[in-house]
């Protein structure tokens, strides 16, 4: 099971234990699966792919991607749709999952043939431990330096944006 993956149940379902063990199934198979209707997979707090009925967007095999807002208060979505979401540190969601060998119903992990993600594993267990809508510890020394890793990752596209639009 990819070690980084919050698999997750959406609250309306009926079927909530069922739907729970098997996106677990899909998630740990070795040669792939498809994830049933209603499986939520978030990576990073910030934005998550929930599976939909089938049939209601080929082109992104039935995933709906989203782009969220969280706090300490709950989450709002942002953005959400199918091929055209982009995620914060501007990536295409689709764009990337879209490279996903059939097998993985676009669901990415280091071996299944997505591009490589721009943030790190310790970028992303950072992100996951310090979800505002969690009760926390206090962040590791280690969070502290991956999150400041990502902070510099984020200024960076804005820096050289400045740079390509200053006079001279």
């Known amino acids: 099971m990819p070690d980084v993956l919050k698999i997750l149940h959406l609250e309306d379902n009926r079927h909530d234990a069922e739907l729970v063990d098997a996106t677990l199934a899909a998630a740990k198979s070795t040669n792939g699966a498809v994830y049933p209707p209603g499986s939520v997979i978030q990576l990073v707090p910030g934005e998550a792919m929930v599976k939909r009925d089938k049939g209601l967007n080929t082109t992104t095999h ?95 596209p804005e820096q050289l944006n400045q740079l390509l639009k200053a006079p001279g």
């Open 62 to 156: 039935d995933w709906e991607f989203f782009e969220l807002d969280v706090s300490k208060d709950g989450t709002q979505i942002r953005k959400r749709g199918f091929a055209e979401v982009a995620n914060r540190f501007g990536g295409n969601c689709f764009g990337c999952h879209n490279a996903d060998r059939p097998e993985w119903d676009f669901v990415c992990e280091r071996d299944h043939g997505c591009a490589s993600l721009t943030i790190t594993r310790a970028m992303t267990g950072a992100l996951q431990r310090t979800d505002p809508r969690c009760e926390n510890p206090a962040v590791s020394p280690e969070d502290a330096e991956a999150l400041e890793q990502l902070n510099q990752l984020l200024k960076a």
